[in-house]
């Protein structure tokens, strides 16, 4: 007889293990990529695993890695702040697809003793990374704080060494507003900085401002939050001076996007609007099958992305990251549904 129980037992179990065919295959995820939406990636993909079993590594190695990485098919997926541009897609080996998963704030933290608020026009911001403006006492910092007690300190910038989609958002922005910076830099996820020092992604440009009095630059807002660093309120387009909270995030992507969803959101024309806002993008091959590449391989892959525009969104504003809109989730979905292996739906 207990032979006989034990012996249903095992059996039940095989049956519940082979109904969730995920668990059974213990699939096993890799992606790489942007260093911004890290943490939210790191605790989406932890509950991830423990609802499901699927394990997904990530490594944070900064939009350009992610997709030189998928790109080589050494991924399943890569993750990029800055949507591939047509040069790109034309040179990858089948098509590839851009998956929004969450909006987040490119920030301009600094680190300036006795200093608690600062306001930042277009026009000081482009100037003070462009190196003309090159102390904290400067006449037009004073002019944009009043009441404000600057000491007279050395400014020092801190950028990305790194290719990066932060850094493809803060130069977008700044050839946007400063047709100077424009003409001379320009922007990219790499650019000939004009001045200033570098650090490899969001977490070191944010241990270089921590360290070094005087230090200004520009972080992933979870990352400034994280660190205990002050950061500044941006002049927007309609004239405010806006803070990078989660309702002023979300105000600037409240636009109509293209159906591939790759698009720009800084300097949003929203009248509250935070004036450096992104997208973060999972990009995946259309067709996966590729490479050797399992269905059960391709099929977690899909049922992960369909979770992240669903069920994950409930952990965005916790971790300090926005929400997608009801609008772009729509266009997701079309462009999940549209995933295939062997030219069948990988979703229904």
């Not at 050494?74 to 089948?94: I, N, Q």
Request: some cysteine.
């Amino acid at each position: 007889m207990r032979k006989k129980i034990v012996s249903i037992l095992v059996f039940l179990f095989v049956l519940a293990v082979s109904v969730n065919g995920v668990w059974a295959a213990k699939v096993t995820l890799l992606g790489a990529g942007a260093t911004f939406p890290y943490p939210l990636y790191a605790k989406w993909f932890d509950v991830y695993y423990k609802k499901t079993g699927v394990k997904v590594n990530y490594q944070a190695i900064g939009s350009g890695g992610g997709i030189r990485q998928l790109l080589a098919r050494t991924v399943d997926f890569g993750a990029t702040d800055a949507p591939m541009s047509d040069e790109e897609l034309a040179k990858a080996p089948a098509k590839i697809v851009h998956i929004p998963m969450a909006l987040g704030a490119v920030v301009v933290a600094y680190n300036v003793p006795r200093v608690k608020s600062l306001r930042l026009t277009p026009k000081v911001l482009a100037d003070i990374f462009l190196g003309k403006i090159q102390y904290w006492d400067n006449p037009m910092l004073k002019k944009v704080n009043p009441g404000v007690h600057f000491p007279h300190l050395r400014i020092v910038v801190a950028h990305r060494s790194d290719g990066s989609g932060t850094t493809y958002n803060f130069t977008n922005y700044l050839a946007k507003v400063s047709p100077e910076w424009r003409e001379k830099v320009g922007y990219g996820k790499a650019v000939r900085w004009p001045t200033g020092v570098g650090g490899k992604g969001n977490a070191g440009v944010a241990g270089l401002i921590r360290q070094i009095p005087g230090c200004i630059g520009y972080i992933e807002l979870a990352y400034a939050v994280k660190n205990h660093i002050p950061v500044a309120a941006l002049q927007n387009k309609a004239g405010h001076f806006v803070r990078p909270t989660l309702k002023a995030i979300s105000a600037a992507a409240n636009i109509d996007i293209p159906d591939d969803t790759r698009c720009s959101l800084t300097n949003t024309s929203a009248p509250y609007g935070y004036p450096i806002t992104a997208m973060t993008w999972i990009i995946v091959y259309k067709e996966q099958a590729y490479g050797g590449r399992s269905y059960k391989k391709a099929k977690a892959l899909a049922d992960l992305l369909w979770w992240c525009i669903h069920d994950a969104q409930n952990m965005n504003e916790k971790l300090l990251y926005g929400r997608i809109p009801a609008r772009v989730v729509v266009k997701a979905e079309r462009i999940l549904k549209g995933l295939t292996y062997q030219g069948s739906p990988l979703l229904p």
